[in-house]
């Protein structure tokens, strides 16, 4: 069975997102919301579409910024919709929105996204994909640990054998702690 990391070799998308964010961890929370983003936009799609329209994404909701998202009203939920550089499904639009009121809350009572992931560290990742659950929407079990792996709160992004892998375990992410134990 090949792996991401062998995969990730044949494609120039895959192997810069590979080498240089795939599990890695992240504290800012415009890019723990972009990942966030990019993961409910992935579900039914491959990785690489994702990838391809990242700038898109980028742009279309406003360099990520949180608090810009939240604000978003009905004028631009129908630009998003309209949008052929992103994925114009409904649910996964309002997601956006929503989680980013959501993580306003978050942010206000925990500091950052990252404090609050970090409030809640270890946790099994059933645990991790019910709290989503209970906060955020379309945060379903794939969705959920893929973010989780790639922000490098979940182990599995990399293995051993992977160059990357000893690059990420130098940067201490938090899964290095539940295996520490």
Request: with cysteine; charged share 25%.
């Amino acid at each position: 069975m090949t792996t991401y990391c062998e995969a990730a070799q044949e494609n120039p998308h895959h192997k810069t997102y590979h080498d240089r964010h795939y599990g890695f961890p992240i504290r800012s929370d415009a890019d723990l919301f972009e990942r966030l983003i990019l993961e409910i936009n992935q579900a039914g799609l491959s990785w690489l579409t994702i990838l391809k329209k990242q700038e898109n994404f980028r742009t279309a909701y406003r360099g990520f910024e949180i608090d810009r998202v939240a604000a978003f009203t009905e004028k631009d939920r129908t630009r998003l919709l309209g949008d052929p550089g992103i994925i114009r499904n409904r649910l996964k639009v309002d997601a956006a929105i929503h989680n980013a009121r959501v993580l306003q809350g978050l942010i206000r009572d925990h500091g950052s996204f990252a404090d609050w992931l970090d409030l809640h560290h270890p946790l099994p990742k059933e645990a991790w994909v019910k709290l989503f659950k209970k906060h955020f929407k379309f945060t379903g079990g794939e969705i959920v640990g893929e973010f989780l792996m790639s922000i490098g709160y979940l182990p599995g992004a990399h293995h051993e054998h992977c160059p990357v892998y000893q690059k990420i375990a130098k940067l201490n992410p938090p899964w290095m702690a539940t295996i520490r134990r």
